[in-house]
């Protein structure tokens, strides 16, 4: 399994994500969160989940996109965020640490 490597985003690149898209997945993280570090071995793969069922896939740091983050009111990482049409619509994650299985139920149910 391939440890995921996040893509730096601006703000404004993200926002752009989300306001341009009718499916967008916001994957919020750091570096330095041990939590985040035990999920990324399979975000690849809902990763690739999501983008067969048409979302678009968006990776941002909590730290270097701070202000996308207090915007839509997440607080805890790991989170994955489904906007529709620019609007928050589901999430999982809120600091806490993530089951794989439960990640890809989420998936399966919301997309």
């Not at 750091?30 to 985040?36: I, P």
């Not at 990324?40 to 048409?54: C, N, T, W």
């Not at 607080?75 to 994955?80: D, L």
Request: proline residues 4%; aromatic residues 10%; contains cysteine.
């Amino acid at each position: 399994m391939e440890f995921y490597e996040p893509t730096a985003h601006t703000d404004e690149e993200i926002r752009s994500a989300i306001a341009d898209n009718s499916k967008t997945i916001l994957f919020l993280q750091t570096s330095w969160c041990g939590d985040c570090k035990v999920i990324k071995p399979f975000v690849g793969s809902f990763r690739d989940l999501a983008e067969a069922q048409g979302a678009v896939w968006v990776d941002a740091d909590r730290d270097e996109n701070l202000e996308v983050a207090n915007e839509n009111n997440l607080r805890g990482i790991p989170v994955f965020v489904l906007f529709e049409n620019g609007e928050q619509v589901a999430h999982i994650g809120n600091g806490q640490r993530l089951n794989p299985n439960d990640v890809t139920a989420w998936f399966k149910e919301n997309l």
